[in-house]
């Protein structure tokens, strides 16, 4: 499912990171919002940004990010604080 995925996303995702590159420093604290199934903040973690990941319902790919080894915060942003300290990211991605 993974592999269909970024197969039929390569050129977005490639896109998405180049973006962030232009704008965000190398090694900054990013947020990726919605991040299943994780593959841009992989990207991004492979650029060396350090990415941390939220999403609504990421027990969707527990065995995914398990074989990562990748834990994933789990919140509904329109209903819950984040469950994360306050300033810890210089950027928030939401795509």
């Not at 499912?1 to 190398?26: C, E, G, I, K, T």
């Not at 994780?38 to 991004?44: K, Y």
Request: proline share 4%.
């Amino acid at each position: 499912m993974v592999d269909n995925y970024l197969s039929a996303h390569a050129s977005r995702l490639a896109f998405d990171v180049d973006l962030v590159q232009r704008y965000a420093p190398a090694r900054e604290a990013l947020l990726d919002v919605g991040s299943v199934p994780l593959l841009l903040t992989e990207a991004l973690k492979r650029v060396s940004y350090d990415a941390q990941e939220v999403d609504i319902a990421p027990e969707r790919f527990e065995s995914f990010f398990a074989r990562l080894n990748v834990s994933v915060a789990k919140c509904d942003i329109e209903t819950e604080k984040l469950p994360l300290s306050d300033r810890s990211f210089g950027w928030v991605i939401i795509i």
